[in-house]
């Protein structure tokens, strides 16, 4: 079993900026792809960024290029997501999730991922 526990969330003004962070444990395998989803009110599970734990590819959603930074620290064993330039629409809870294989282009579907963590809430005032 892999554990995955985020924090970091919390309430910002549009503009700001904040770092989600996901520290998992449990048993390690060999290759895995790290992912962040959130999910607005109202809204569908969205993916937001996924990076290859073994070489450091990342993939973003469209909405959030250039704002937002997925990255790990491998000796941690946790994995960031760093967000900027925050907007209202930014608002939602933010899930880390893991998946046991390896890195392809599947790794923006919720539905390869084997393990989630609880989430943490981002709100975003405007």
């Known amino acids: 079993q892999v554990q995955l526990v985020e924090s970091g969330g919390g309430l910002v003004q549009a503009g700001g900026s904040l770092r989600l962070s996901c520290a998992a444990s449990g048993r390690t395998f060999r290759w895995y792809i790290m992912g962040w989803f959130r999910r607005a009110p109202g809204k569908e599970l969205e993916f937001v960024a996924a990076?290859?734990?073994?070489?450091?590819?990342?993939n973003y959603a469209d909405s959030n290029k250039g704002r937002f930074t997925i990255s790990r620290d491998s000796a941690k064993n946790t994995v960031y997501l760093q967000m900027n330039s925050l907007k209202p629409e930014d608002t939602a809870v933010y899930y880390c999730a893991a998946a046991e294989r390896r890195w392809d282009s599947s790794a923006s579907r919720s539905g390869v991922y084997d393990y989630w963590g609880q989430g943490t809430q981002v709100t975003v005032s405007s």
């Open positions: 990076m290859d734990w073994s070489s450091g590819g990342v």
